[in-house]
């Protein structure tokens, strides 16, 4: 366990440094009411692995319940992300926003820690003092693919084991629908 605590904290050290660096700068998000997680600007997605260590975090915290699993359910008939993006029959790449279930108003933000906040979440930060309503943010997409980078390899044998020992069918997919999957699967695999 520890040594699955130890790599989960590697993997997003980049970004938590970075997080730190415009912290300790002035620059956080103390000043907006979090567009960012809401339905407004939100379509964050993540892979297994994610949310395996996302599930993980959950259990420990002893969150992971029915009102938790009632909650990531109603998000998902809320925004209709179990429903195909409308389009013309030519492929589409854009995503569903929602509000991420986690989101909290007010300074507080996100109720996961971001030692186990998926990497998407971590880069997504202010680049200026006093940010506010999602504007002057953005995603930190150097800092994440050159995380991407140092642990691909290893990110991908992990995810391809947890997509065969799970049986999943996608390599990424937003919160809720990750999370209630992965759940249910790991749940009766420890039954």
Same mark, same amino acid.
């Given at each position: ?9 590697? /993997? /997003? ?17 103390? !000043?907006?009411? +979090?567009l ?5 600007a !939100?379509?964050?997605?993540?892979? $297994?692995?994610?949310a ?13 319940? %029915? ?11 809320d925004y ?5 993006? $409308?389009?013309?029959?030519? /492929?589409?790449?854009s /995503? ?10 007010? $300074? ?8 186990a ?5 971590l880069?997504?930060? $202010? !680049? ?5 309503? +999602? ?6 997409q ?11 390899? %290893? ?18 997919t ?6 209630l999957?992965?759940?249910?699967k790991?749940?009766t695999?420890?039954?």
């Amino acid at each position: 366990m520890t040594d699955e605590k130890t790599q989960m904290t590697e /993997r /997003r050290q980049s970004l938590l440094t970075t997080m730190q660096l415009k912290y300790d700068a002035g620059i956080t998000c103390t !000043n907006c009411s +979090g567009l960012c997680c809401s339905f407004v600007a !939100n379509s964050m997605q993540i892979t $297994p692995l994610e949310a395996k260590e996302l599930w993980t975090f959950l259990k420990q915290q002893k969150r992971w319940n %029915k009102h938790l699993k009632d909650t990531l359910q109603q998000t998902i008939n809320d925004y209709g992300l179990d429903k195909p993006m $409308p389009g013309n029959g030519k /492929r589409v790449f854009s /995503r569903r926003t929602y509000t991420c279930p986690f989101y909290q108003e007010g $300074p507080l933000g996100c109720s996961i820690s971001p030692k186990a906040k998926p990497y998407g979440c971590l880069a997504f930060n $202010p !680049n200026r003092k006093g940010a506010s309503e +999602g504007k002057g943010c953005a995603s930190d997409q150097i800092t994440l693919r050159d995380r991407e980078e140092k642990f691909k390899e %290893k990110e991908q044998r992990l995810n391809q084991k947890l997509k065969s020992d799970l049986g999943l069918f996608w390599d990424k997919t937003n919160i809720p629908e990750a999370l209630l999957e992965l759940g249910s699967k790991l749940e009766t695999d420890t039954k």
